[in-house]
């Protein structure tokens, strides 16, 4: 049985009521402003399921399987065309499933939610122009403004950088929220939110929001925070800052402090096959001892960097043996003097379990026996050192102004693409977008 719904059947009093699989049908613009004022939701249905896949980590779903989802179900439909909307409903009352139909657009028990919707789209406004207020002449948030117009006009966009606010501009942003005082909502005011750590900056925000736009925090902790002390919540948001992606990652630095032997009782050859797995981009090599040219050359023609001291010093070696990160040593035959050196330089050490090796409580950081185990704990350093590197991949300029812009095009009703990267990062727009009120 299908059966339409209305607001005198009290959508939100069931809302928690887990005997029902709540749907929402639509999967656009409407379907996202509804998703925070609705629990448990099990689907999101929609013809471009297969294009979709999720929204929200909400699953969706083609009309068609509806038919097979077990039990009863809640249908919101949340589509904006009411031409559509009526299609839909006659589509559904055609199927055999056991459902309660909502019409988002047309059930006054979601207008009691939408009057809080979190802004105002009554002026809606095309980004053209945007100005950044900034009077810091230092490093750090200077340096913001600076990026953040060199990005702006990168991506097509007029940007201009002042002490106060421009009346012509489609959005003043300011740098430091401190000097921000708005006066007249039309200037679409908003401002980054820095260094709040007393009583009088939290009320201050709270005056300052009551006529600007967007506070814009730099981490999501920060803006729960300033939530719980009153600040409002549908007035915050938050955007993760950029690193200049100009920085060289450090690269391992691997010593190796022994001479050559016609026996090779060393196991010198090691090293070559090591690095045919290794990224040239996270290792370096400090080798001292004589006739290593041979393997050095070979390292070298394979991208590694290789400083290379074919005689021993020991002026030298006291100087080299701090700059490793780890010591390398494969031979078994009894142990290797520099092990002692690397371990009195606090020096990490990757080197085969033996002799005095083992007598040093602590001194073996990796314990190696064969080549695999050499050949494992160097990729083990080079995903973990890969790993770091890429968690801030994204944290660009680029990334940042874009996310700016996104939160610029909600507040001024702009909303057709800003949705296309919801799947990946949860700041900007998406933290608005994604309070539960």
Known sequence: MVKMMSYNDGFFDSDSDTNYKTVIYGAGMYARWAIPYIKNISYICDKRADELGELNGIEVIKPEQLVSISGNLRIVICVRSEKVRNEI?????????????????????FDQYQEKVLVSHENKREIQHVHLICEDKGWILSKFAVRMKEELQNQGYKCSVGNAVDPLADINHHVIYASCVPTNGSYNETFMITHIDTYNKVEFLKHQLKKAKMGICMSKETMEKLSAYGVPREKLC???????????PKKYVLGITSKMHDDHRKNENVLIELCKDLDFDYFAFKIMGSGWDDIVRTLRNRGFSVDYFSEFHYEEYIKLMPLLDYYLYWGFDEGSMGYLDALRAGVGTIVTPQGFHLDVKDGITYACRTLSDFKNVLLELQNKRKKVIESVEAWTWENYVKKHLEVWNYLLGNEEDIYKNQHMYEDGVFSILKYNI
């Open 89 to 109: 409903k006659d589509e559904l009352l055609g199927m055999p499933i056991d459902a309660f139909i909502y019409d988002y657009m047309d059930n006054v028990s």
């Open 238 to 248: 938050y955007i993760n800052p950029a690193q200049d992606g100009i920085i060289k």
